[in-house]
């Protein structure tokens, strides 16, 4: 079974910058597109950014802008360098990658901005 694994997650002063990454422990094959998703405390899933097969990115409006999302399909892995930090960006960031058929998903990685 393919794992995700994230990296980068930490304490960061507001108007600081941090980069996270997500690299698959196999091969994942007919990849459709790559994601990442934060959660708050009591709020729902939300996307933050997306990069099709094709190279096409979206953000959620509060990131647009700050937040950059990239990947390395050789290496199966998708990152996200978030700049400007803001306290609301504080979450548990997750990264996803999704086939026709599946969507993995990682652990999760703890992202703090403090003042």
């Known amino acids: 079974q393919v794992q995700l694994v994230e990296s980068g997650g930490g304490l960061v002063q507001a108007g600081g910058s941090l980069r996270l990454s997500c690299a698959a422990s196999?091969?994942?094959?007919?990849?459709?597109?790559m994601g990442w998703y934060r959660q708050a405390p009591g709020k729902q899933r939300e996307l933050v950014a997306g990069i099709t097969s094709g190279g096409s990115t979206n953000y959620a409006d509060s990131v647009k802008g700050r937040f950059t999302i990239s990947r390395d399909n050789a290496k199966t892995t998708v990152y996200l360098q978030m700049n400007s930090l803001k306290l609301e960006d504080t979450a548990v960031y997750y990264c996803?990658?999704?086939?026709?058929?599946?969507?993995?998903w990682g652990q999760g990685t703890q992202v703090t901005v403090s003042k």
């Open positions: 996803n990658i999704f086939t026709q058929f599946y969507h993995y």
């Open positions: 196999g091969s994942i094959f007919g990849i459709n597109g």
